[in-house]
């Protein structure tokens, strides 16, 4: 691909990140002057919030004319991924579970009560569609999707590095941007080790359809529900969460180490694993060539975000 050719692909991702994030807060603030906010459900608050990301993904995708199998990854991967994709979300689950315990020392939980008031009014399949299926395909279709695939071109682990902050702080509150940068880490490392972005929809799905099922358990079990609501009421002690902290740190670095070594297996299995090794060396002869990741656009953003969180959570 020729040089300049490479530079609007990256650059124009980072572009594509800052509209999502421009159509968010103009989302926000037209149901925040028009009080329509307050009146809207839960179902119509996820369709909304997933709309906000399809549709600039799609309108991005038919400007810019990017090829659709390489930039979005819309490739086969090796059947052994339908087994191991949901072994490497379990591996996870310790290390998310830690590192949302952290952040509830400092700021509140944003998808509890969501995930709560969904399944306790729905049926299991609405919240599963809702909260499992659409993020799985939607989000994974802008992030590992559109903008991974064109930060590749610059650098593939910085893609995979900088994708997972873009993927944290787009959720516009701290305590899933804690985890989900991580987690969008770790889905950028399975993208380049399977090659296909079906596998990190399949993982997306199983992550999110973990709370969706957890959620409904609870809320359906009467022992359960009073507990969650106990909690809902009362907060969670911050010795508790100390405890919790402390008690999860062995299990989240040997499910980690886990996760890690599935993602070399895949990466095997499916003859990528030199296209892994070859990311962690340096080349200085084709780094100078290059096109830099960090720009004006993607600075914006994130500062952007950042500073939406500190105001909503901390000031308001």
């Not at 159509?23 to 926000?28: D, I, K, N, Q, S």
Request: charged share 10%; proline share 2%.
């Amino acid at each position: 691909m020729r040089q300049d050719n490479v530079q609007r692909k990256v650059h124009g991702a980072s572009w594509f990140f800052l509209s999502l994030i421009c159509v968010y807060l103009c989302v926000v603030m037209i149901l925040w002057k028009t009080n329509i906010g307050s009146h809207i459900t839960m179902v119509q608050n996820l369709i909304l919030s997933q709309s906000m990301i399809f549709v600039p993904t799609i309108i991005y995708i038919l400007i810019s004319k990017c090829d659709l199998r390489e930039t979005l990854r819309l490739k086969k991967t090796h059947w052994l991924a339908i087994i191991i994709v949901p072994a490497f979300v379990v591996a996870l689950e310790p290390l998310m579970t830690l590192i949302n315990a952290i952040s509830l020392l400092w700021v509140e939980s944003a998808t509890t009560e969501l995930a709560t008031g969904l399944v306790s009014n729905h049926k299991l399949w609405v919240s599963t569609l809702l909260m499992a299926v659409t993020p799985g395909i939607v989000e994974e279709l802008a992030y590992r999707g559109v903008i991974m695939g064109s930060y590749r071109y610059g650098s593939r682990l910085a893609a995979i590095i900088i994708g997972g902050i873009m993927f944290g702080a787009m959720h516009m509150n701290f305590n899933q941007m804690a985890y989900a940068m991580v987690l969008g880490m770790m889905l950028g490392f399975l993208a380049e080790a399977t090659g296909s972005i079906f596998t990190t929809m399949y993982a997306h799905f199983c992550f999110n359809e973990i709370s969706v099922i957890i959620s409904y358990i609870a809320s359906h079990v009467s022992v359960l529900k009073q507990m969650v609501e106990k909690q809902a009421s009362e907060g969670i002690a911050a010795d508790q969460l100390k405890q919790t902290i402390l008690i999860y740190i062995p299990f989240a670095f040997m499910g980690l180490c886990a996760a890690a070594a599935m993602i070399v297996l895949l990466a095997y299995l499916n003859g990528r694993h030199m296209d892994m090794l070859a990311m962690f060396r340096r080349n200085r002869n084709t780094e100078a060539k290059r096109p830099r990741i960090i720009s004006v656009p993607l600075v914006l953003a994130l500062c952007v975000c950042i500073g939406f969180m500190i105001i909503t959570e901390f000031v308001l």
